[in-house]
C-alpha cells in the first residue's frame, strides 16, 4: 500500500528539540522527495522545506533555517524532520508529503502529527 | 518571496450549483517549459490536504471532472461545475515555482 505514516504526537518544553518522522512504502522512497508542511491551529498550511531522497539536497524556509533539520534513511524508507529551539509558536500539526521531480506536486501525504509546546 | 492571494475567504454554496476559487500571484508562474507551477489542494475537514490540480490545469488521479483548473501566469482559478457535498473543507493554492514555496490563504467552503 502506498502511504507515509508519520510518527505519533509529542509534548515538548520551550526551547526542546522535537524529530519527527515520516516512513514511507509502497513506491520506490529514492525516486521522489518529501516535503514537510506544517499547520497551526485554525491557521492555514506553511511550507516548511524539502529534501531530494536521490541526492540528500535540502532546502528550508528562510525563517526556519538554523533550526530545522531534514534528513532520511534509505534504509529504512524513513524521513525525519527536527525542529530545534521550539517556541510555542511551533505548536502546530506537522505533515510530510511526497513530490516528484520536476513536477514538484504533493501527491501523497502523511496523516501529520501534532507536536504542542508548552511549559 | 511570491505571494498568493485567494478570493473568497469563505463560499457559501447551494449543492448542484456552481463554485469559483480565484489565486492571484504575485509574479508569474509560467515557467520557460510552459507549465505553471501552481496547484491545487483541498483539505477536508480533520483530514490531511490532498492533491486536486496540478500545474494549473490537470486534475489529479481520483478527482472528478466536474472540478477543474485553470488560468496561467499570476491569475488562476479553480472551479466546481456543481457542487456536492463531498466538496466542503478549506482549497490552498500554491506556487512551485521557486522555494521558498507559498501558500494562499485557503478558502472555506461550506454548505449552505
Known amino acids: 500500500q502506498v502511504q507515509l505514516v508519520q510518527s505519533g504526537a509529542e509534548v515538548k518544553k520551550p526551547g526542546a528539540s522535537v524529530k519527527v518522522s515520516c516512513k514511507a512504502s509502497?513506491?520506490?522512497?529514492?525516486?521522489?522527495?518529501i516535503t514537510w508542511v506544517r499547520q497551526a491551529p485554525g491557521q492555514g498550511l506553511e511550507w516548511m522545506g524539502w529534501i531530494n531522497v536521490y541526492n540528500g539536497d535540502t532546502t528550508y524556509a528562510r525563517k526556519l533555517q538554523g533550526r530545522v533539520t531534514m534528513t532520511t534513511d534509505t534504509s529504512t524508507n524513513t524521513a525525519y524532520m527536527d525542529l530545534g529551539r521550539l517556541t510555542s509558536d511551533d505548536t502546530a500539526m506537522y505533515y510530510c508529503?511526497?513530490?516528484?521531480?520536476?513536477?514538484?506536486?504533493?501527491?501523497?501525504w502523511g496523516r501529520g502529527t501534532l507536536v504542542t509546546v508548552s511549559s | 518571496d511570491i505571494v498568493m492571494t485567494q478570493s473568497p475567504l469563505s463560499l457559501p454554496v447551494t449543492p448542484g450549483e456552481p463554485a469559483s476559487i480565484s489565486c492571484r500571484s504575485s509574479q508569474s508562474l509560467l515557467h520557460s517549459n510552459g507549465n505553471n507551477y501552481m496547484d491545487w489542494y483541498l483539505q477536508k475537514p480533520g483530514q490531511s490536504p490532498q492533491l486536486l490540480i496540478f500545474l494549473g490545469s490537470n486534475r489529479a488521479s481520483g478527482v472528478p471532472d466536474r472540478i477543474s483548473g485553470s488560468g496561467s501566469g499570476t491569475d488562476f482559478t479553480l472551479k466546481i461545475s456543481r457542487v456536492e457535498a463531498e466538496d466542503v473543507g478549506v482549497y490552498y493554492c500554491?506556487?512551485?515555482?521557486?522555494?521558498?514555496?507559498?501558500f494562499g490563504g485557503g478558502t472555506k467552503v461550506e454548505i449552505k
Open positions: 509502497g513506491y520506490s522512497f529514492r525516486s521522489y522527495g
Open positions: 508529503a511526497r513530490y516528484g521531480v520536476p513536477s514538484k506536486y504533493f501527491d501523497l
Open positions: 500554491i506556487q512551485t515555482l521557486q522555494t521558498p514555496l507559498t
